[in-house]
């Protein structure tokens, strides 16, 4: 670039000189002279000449032409004179190529040249502040191809994983994944362990993540949880069963914590009822109280009485109480029924009055369903989607409603209730105008009911000659086809107690007056265990998959194995045990008494040890993994003498654990 520059201004200049001498001819320079060959005359004739040049822009300016040919010819004349008067001839604002060319006949380096390095160093500038964006945004761009090329990788190896076990050799064939998916289904954990060690395409397939997780989920474990919580559901499954296993060790062991929940003085307990970590309860002094029972450090909240039974003196007892996740409900003898909120507490979400006394009262476990029965009239009531209660249906029966149960399973739109009144037992559905009769024999009445999903069972007392048929019975119907599905029992003494919502779906267990608990499979309508459990009769029952809770009569909680049929340890505590209630690792139970007012009780009276064997206790048992630490062992265990609780039944446990004699207050 910098040679066509100087070339054009070569050309430019040559034009410029060729046009002066046209328009104005040198009259003033002198005739080179061509005798003199030295070097100084040819110098001497090149400032000459130069001299004239500017002599001649000078006359060519405007300024310079007012001034006349005086100027011209003093020019001249100078001109003539030599080297001394260049400097007084020098024009003050000399065109820019005449300096230029001054500078490169001396020898010095031109603006020109300065512009072009200027120029060069400026684009030099510029390429290497671009090749730097551009070498900067390369790599960037190199980074998430490189990334991508990573994802790409893997996802290629996952396919080619996949492409490798898409045909699993069965012998002689070779099955699809899907197919043979299907297949390992239908094996146990101890199988699929033995195939994964035939072949690698078996083990991929015998570790398959779905396969763990169905076996995991049917074994009761996780039941909310999906396919893609847990990275490994085998590893999951095997943690779970570990743990289930130390639970059941320490069922067994007697290994936990005890609790017992406290009351204030002067109050009887009524009932109680569990559900998940609630615990509900009623006093004959009209309170109610609900525990938490996952967040002991929150004291347990009491839940306010309507206004109408607050302002009566003296406030109407508790009769019955009943609770699930959402809803807790409690009766009064006056036919007042409250119902709260178990996350708020305090006040009362809905309130209803009954002609009459409540005799039944029931909860649907897994929706905002209650039913009451006060004498022969029965309510249920719900709440809708917003939270507003209101009345299902109501009904009549021909006799006193003695029992009723929610069937569970059923939801909030289309609930479900059995009730036995009498020696008939009847379906309540609010989409029907009457009430359907399941089961009727005229003098047999009803003792016992429970429901589960798609099963109701009851017992019936037989009497004259019924009775040479075998006694008693347990008659079990299909809620679905309302015909018998099985009926078992033969006993002498009245069933009094039954459970067969919180069991396995095969098996049903049941309390009798004759001091026996029963286990029967409703498969084969045998009996799986009959254990002889206490003295005064058997009031409550509870049995899993391989244990039995029994409470009796006299107070004793019974906990039986159910294969061996073993006791493996028993408590006891004053009055009848009236409810029984356990899961995978924690056990309520609740000592009622019958008498409520008991004569010689002295309940105003501040000694914990006069009026204390008339209120009733409500205990709850830990077995979980952490209760082996030091934090969680029985209060009983821990105690040292100086309190009054430590006199009760358990004192015996006291002593392995007790405090040395250096540490006792007294010393």
């Not at 009064?332 to 309130?351: F, I, K, N």
């Not at 019958?594 to 009780?601: L, N």
Request: hydrophobic share 35%; proline share 5%; aromatic share 6%.
């Amino acid at each position: 670039m910098a040679e066509d520059e100087l070339a054009a201004f070569r050309e430019c200049w040559k034009e410029e000189l060729t046009s002066s001498k046209d328009e104005q001819p040198l009259i003033c320079a002198p005739t080179p002279s061509l005798d003199v060959p030295s070097q100084s005359g040819q110098r001497d004739l090149k400032n000459k000449y130069f001299e004239n040049l500017e002599n001649l822009n000078e006359a060519r300016s405007p300024s310079k032409q007012e001034e006349g040919g005086s100027t011209e010819d003093g020019a001249c004349v100078e001109g003539g004179g030599g080297r001394g008067g260049e400097a007084a001839a020098e024009p003050e604002d000399e065109p820019e190529y005449v300096s230029i060319a001054r500078s490169l006949l001396d020898g010095r380096t031109g603006p020109l040249l300065d512009r072009i390095q200027e120029e060069r160093t400026r684009r030099k500038r510029q390429y290497q502040d671009m090749t730097n964006v551009c070498r900067a945004s390369l790599q960037q761009q190199q980074q998430q191809k490189r990334k991508m090329k990573k994802d790409e990788e893997l996802l290629d190896q996952l396919i080619q994983d996949l492409n490798e076990v898409n045909d699993i050799p069965f012998f002689d064939i070779e099955l699809p994944y899907e197919l043979a998916l299907k297949i390992f289904q239908n094996l146990n954990r101890t199988e699929l362990g033995r195939c994964a060690q035939v072949s690698r395409p078996w083990r991929v397939l015998a570790e398959d993540g779905v396969l763990w997780f169905r076996m995991c989920t049917a074994e009761g474990y996780h039941q909310d949880a999906s396919v893609s919580d847990s990275p490994c559901w085998k590893s999951t499954l095997r943690d779970c069963r570990n743990s289930a296993r130390a639970v059941r060790s320490n069922w067994k062991n007697r290994v936990g914590s005890i609790s017992q929940l406290q009351f204030e003085l002067g109050k009887v307990l009524c009932d109680v009822s569990c559900c998940d970590n609630f615990v509900l309860a009623g006093y004959t002094s009209g309170d109610v109280r609900l525990w938490d029972t996952l967040h002991w450090d929150s004291s347990a909240s009491y839940l306010k009485i309507n206004s109408l039974s607050a302002n009566s003196n003296p406030r109407p007892p508790v009769s019955h109480v009943q609770v699930n996740r959402a809803v807790a409900a409690a009766a009064y003898e006056d036919g007042c029924v409250d119902l709260w909120s178990t996350e708020t507490g305090g006040e009362p979400v809905h309130h209803y009055q009954s002609p009459g006394g409540i005799q039944a009262l029931a909860l649907s476990p897994d929706s905002p369903v209650l039913g009451s029965a006060a004498g022969p009239d029965v309510r249920l009531v719900g709440a809708d989607d917003r939270g507003y209660w209101r009345t299902l249906c109501q009904a009549q029966l021909p006799k006193t409603v003695e029992s009723l149960v929610l069937v569970p399973g059923r939801g909030q739109q289309c609930p479900l209730a059995a009730l036995a009144a009498g020696d008939a037992v009847h379906l309540l559905d609010p989409r029907e105008e009457e009430p359907r009769t399941l089961h009727s024999v005229y003098g047999h009445p009803v003792t016992c009911l429970d429901a589960a999903d798609s099963h109701v069972a009851f017992g019936v007392k037989r009497t004259g000659w019924a009775m040479h048929d075998g006694g008693n019975k347990i008659h079990v119907y299909s809620l679905e086809t309302g015909k018998p599905v099985a009926c078992v029992g033969d006993s002498l003494g009245d069933f009094t107690c039954i459970n067969l919502r919180d069991g396995p779906p095969h098996l049903l267990v049941c309390g009798n007056k004759d001091r026996r608990v029963r286990v029967f499979d409703l498969r084969a309508g045998s009996s799986v265990a009959s254990l002889y459990a206490h003295h005064l009769g058997v009031t409550s029952v509870q049995a899993d998959d391989w244990k039995v809770v029994s409470g009796g009569g006299e107070g004793l909680v019974c906990v039986w194995e159910m294969r061996m049929g073993a006791k493996l340890w028993e408590m006891h505590n004053r009055h009848p045990v009236r409810h029984v209630h356990f899961n995978n690792s924690t056990l309520v139970t609740a000592n009622i008494p019958d008498d409520k007012s008991p004569r010689g009780a002295c309940i105003t009276d501040d000694d914990l040890t006069a009026h204390r064997r008339h209120r009733g206790v409500i205990c709850h048992y830990d077995f979980s993994e952490d209760a082996l630490s030091q934090d969680h062992i029985l209060p009983i265990c821990r105690s040292d003498y100086i309190e009054s609780s430590g006199y009760n039944y358990n004192i015996g446990l006291a002593v392995p654990y007790d405090k040395l004699p250096g540490c006792h207050p007294s010393h």
